[in-house]
Nanobody
Framework: QVQLVESGGGSVQAGGSLRLSCAAS????????VGWFRQVPGKAREGVAT???????NYADSVKGRFTISRDNLKDTLHLQMNSLKPEDTAMYYC????????????????????WGQGTQVTVSS
């Protein structure tokens, strides 16, 4: 059974940094595209960044230049380095794995996710 467990969330002031991690277990991590999504109450879950099996990355316009997604296939771990955080980055952040192995994650579509983590809260104060 696939499990995704996020960590690293917390509260920071605007301009600060956080590094999220997602530990995967239960399946072949390296053959799936993975990504980070976020959600605030009352709004749809939105894509933040994805990384394909060949390392190709895709970012939401709102985080380009500030966030960096990376994966460690030896440790089955996904990371999101978040710098220059803004209050509008406040959300629950979720790690996700694509539903089909070998597929590229196109358009940051949350509907392509096959598995989700439980989420980690990020709060940025002004």
């Amino acid at each position: 059974q696939v499990q995704l467990v996020e960590s690293g969330g917390g509260s920071v002031q605007a301009g600060g940094s956080l590094r999220l991690s997602c530990a995967a277990s239960g399946d072949s991590f390296s053959i799936f595209a993975v990504g980070w999504f976020r959600q605030v109450p009352g709004k749809a879950r939105e894509g933040v960044a994805t990384i394909d099996t060949d390392g190709t990355t895709n970012y939401a316009d709102s985080v380009k230049g500030r966030f960096t997604i990376s994966r460690d296939n030896l440790k089955d771990t996904l990371h999101l380095q978040m710098n220059s955080l803004k209050p509008e980055d406040t959300a629950m952040y979720y790690c996700a794995r694509h539903g089909s192995y070998g597929f590229r994650w196109k358009g940051l579509r949350s509907g392509d996710a096959g598995y989700w983590g439980q989420g980690t809260q990020v709060t940025v104060s002004s």
